[in-house]
């Protein structure tokens, strides 16, 4: 299993680790077609198949293959000289199985170990990316997740409910990545509590509660499928309370959230933490 975070058209982190705890890179990269630098050995192209798996304005996402594995590839138009060229640029990544939105809400918990594996490799990927890229798209849809009942942990790739409140401020001209962290902690209450943040409050509503009442989703949650006290260490709680700041300058940083989350993940596997009829 491999955790995947898209940052924009034309950049892909991926991270994954296996079971042993080896991190590795995955794939990821762009190419401009045509033409081909005559120096491309056969095996380094993408080829792209008659196979449209997404449109809009600016472009296509296509299925391809890159080195005998399956890739989404997006080609975005070139309005450089006015009008749309043929030439078109693209970018790839590897085709996953599944989402995060799809194993949080397709009727099941996510196990303690599975949740604490996905939220620390997502937070890698935005250490990453921080502070030079914005991800300002973080949600569990946009995770995605490849091999989910294999052997190995899985591969892992703006919505109102996770946008943070600095981003409804029509004065900020200026969002840092401390947005992306808001986003993040919204994401790990959801994989906690099993339910949708916000769930029945509409666009309006999150924003005046986030902004003008400076509210926060309930930690810990009650009444979710997720309400089990021992999905909510003291360590996690105060985790999200932080990534919630008001002030994003106070939020702590993608790798800090790494960090402290693997410290509750090692907890969790010398038997200092959760009960084991509790991890499931």
């Not at 034309?10 to 994954?16: R, Y």
């Not at 309005?79 to 995060?100: H, I, K, N, P, R």
Request: hydrophobic content about 40%; overall charge neutral.
């Amino acid at each position: 299993m491999r955790i995947q975070v898209a940052a924009d058209a034309d950049t892909t982190a991926f991270f994954g680790r296996d079971l042993d705890g080896v991190t590795g890179a995955g794939l990821a990269g762009s190419y401009t077609s045509p033409p081909y630098n005559d120096d491309s050995s056969p095996v380094d192209l993408v080829k792209l198949l008659p196979v449209v798996l997404g449109k809009g304005a600016f472009g296509r996402v296509y299925e391809g293959t890159y080195r005998g594995q399956r890739v989404a590839v997006k080609q975005v138009l070139d309005f450089s000289e006015g009008a749309a060229s043929e030439v078109m640029q693209a970018s790839f990544a590897q085709l996953m199985d599944t989402s995060l939105d799809k194993m949080l809400h397709g009727g099941k918990l996510l196990p303690m170990p599975l949740l604490l594996h996905i939220a620390i490799e997502i937070s890698l990927g935005l250490a990453y990316l921080h502070p030079t890229i914005l991800h300002r798209d973080l949600k569990p849809a946009n995770v995605l997740i490849n091999d989910p009942c294999g052997k190995q942990l899985p591969t892992v790739k703006l919505s109102p409910a996770y946008i943070a409140p600095e981003c409804y401020d029509i004065m900020q001209n200026k969002i840092t990545y401390q947005s992306d962290i808001y986003s993040f902690g919204v994401m790990l209450w959801e994989m906690l509590a099993g339910c949708r943040p916000w769930d029945g409050i509409g666009t309006v509503g999150i924003a005046c509660q986030v902004t003008l009442r400076n509210k926060r989703l309930e930690v810990p949650s009650r009444e979710t499928p997720g309400s089990c006290s021992s999905r909510w260490p003291p360590q996690l709680c105060q985790l999200l309370q932080e990534c919630w700041d008001k002030d994003p300058e106070r939020r702590p940083a993608a790798a800090e959230l790494a960090k402290r989350l693997l410290l509750v993940q090692q907890k969790l596997k010398g038997g200092g933490g959760l009960p084991m009829q509790d991890l499931k």
